[in-house]
């Protein structure tokens, strides 16, 4: 039993000023109504509904019976490291070596490995709003500074070079963005992120964390990754991982790709915090990326048809405003319209959490508030569920925001 006094004053500064994840706790209340016997639709978690490829879970099952059961490498097995280069060479035109590869217990440690080895108190870490709920606080966690760049619906949610320009101060240390986007679906073109790399070319002390685990649900041409322009490519950090395309959450494998100091930086982080990632996983990831992507091919098919259902489905809804998502699996629609409004009994919208608990309580569908996000005036819908559940939880929404006086 701890000491009879406040908890806030037992605990760490670093843990007080935490947030926790807003997708995590709109999914356990959805899961906590769900124990009710509450039919619950859940868009609040980003988390393909697909399963594993056999193919990848053979792989797993090979590794168990071969006996990689024991500590792995820090960085990743060799060949797993090596899967990855011919990855990155093959379908995204990059050169590295295995030297340049560490993996980690999925991408989320991965961006976490990066700001911790980068970031010092009072830098600054430049963030495009909206953003995924945990940028932000990693930074916090390194006692860096979040310098925040509004985007809006109107302009598909992107910053254009000079609004980077004017974030840029002689303490910014790290630029970090994704691409394709969560919680928008933006997808960033290889001529805006030419015009992007103009600007960092001009600021040689900062550095570009490149999320691009959504790299493979991407329904225009290809994906274009900010390495690909040399006079930058030493300063870029691309995190990626396995769990989005081959439908592998929780098997806790991601990976960041970068210049051998930033590299050796991570490797050393890590073997002082989880060493290496789970020995099963990283076989199975070998085959993943080994065997080509018509699984992954597949996936997003569906995908693609569920994009377009929502995207009709949305624009029918009166007050709703909504773009056509590229990438990802999200909509980030614009509710603010709602703010100001009663429900039945009395209660009034002030904000995207109160809409995302009312849709929740009322329509019982789970999404998410945009101002975890940074950007208050969204919501953040996962379309990653079958097209009846799609179906049914917008026809709830709409019903929901309809009653609203």
């Known amino acids: 039993m701890l000491p009879h006094r406040n908890i806030m004053s037992i605990l760490s500064d670093r843990i007080n000023n935490l947030s926790e994840s807003a997708t995590l706790k709109m999914t356990k209340l959805g899961r906590e109504l769900a124990a009710k016997g509450v039919n619950v639709i859940s868009l609040s978690v980003g988390e393909p509904d697909f399963n594993t490829p056999e193919h ?8 168990l019976d071969d006996n990689f059961t024991r500590y792995s490498p820090v960085p990743g097995y060799p060949d797993l490291r090596q899967a990855i280069v011919n990855k990155l060479k ?3 035109n990059l050169d590295y070596d295995i030297s340049q590869i560490v993996v980690s217990t999925g991408a989320k440690q991965s961006l976490s490995n990066v700001i911790l080895t980068l970031i010092n108190p009072g830098d600054e870490v430049i963030i495009p709003t909206p953003y995924w709920v945990s940028y932000s606080e990693m930074v916090t966690l390194a006692e860096g500074k979040s310098v925040f760049i509004n985007t809006s619906i109107e302009s598909d949610f992107k910053i254009t070079p000079a609004q980077l320009e004017a974030a840029i101060t002689p303490k910014s240390k790290l630029f970090m963005f994704s691409s394709p986007n969560n919680p928008t679906g933006t997808v960033y073109s290889k001529d805006e992120l030419a015009a992007l790399a103009k600007v960092f070319e001009k600021h040689p002390n900062i550095f570009i964390l490149s999320d691009e ?3 493979h649900i991407n329904f225009v041409d290809q994906h274009e990754s900010i390495a690909q322009f040399p006079s930058i490519k030493d300063r870029v950090i691309i995190v990626n991982g396995f769990s989005k395309a081959f439908a592998m959450t929780g098997w806790r494998l991601g990976y960041i790709a970068a210049s051998k100091e930033i590299a050796a ?3 050393k982080l890590q073997g002082q915090t989880t060493s290496g990632t789970c020995s099963i996983a990283q076989r199975a990831g070998i085959v993943a990326y080994e065997q080509g992507l018509d699984t992954v091919n597949e996936m997003k098919k569906a ?4 994009r377009q259902l929502v995207y009709d489905l949305l624009k029918d809804i009166p007050g709703v405003k909504t773009n056509l998502p590229e990438g990802a699996f999200y909509f980030f629609p614009e509710i603010s319209s ?11 919208i002030k904000n995207s959490s109160d809409l995302a608990l009312y849709l929740l309580n009322v329509g019982h569908v789970a999404t998410v508030g945009g101002d975890s996000f940074g950007n208050d005036n969204y919501i953040r819908l996962s379309y990653a569920a079958s097209d009846e559940s799609l179906v049914e939880a917008l026809r709830r929404i709409k019903e929901a925001l309809g009653n609203l006086r």
């Open 56 to 63: 990848v879970k053979e792989a797993a099952k090979k590794a």
């Open 90 to 92: 093959a379908e995204n």
């Open 213 to 215: 685990i959504y790299e």
């Open 265 to 267: 930086a991570n490797d």
């Open 303 to 306: 995908f693609a048809r569920r």
């Open 338 to 348: 709602f703010f100001g409004k009663k429900d039945a009994d009395g209660n009034i």
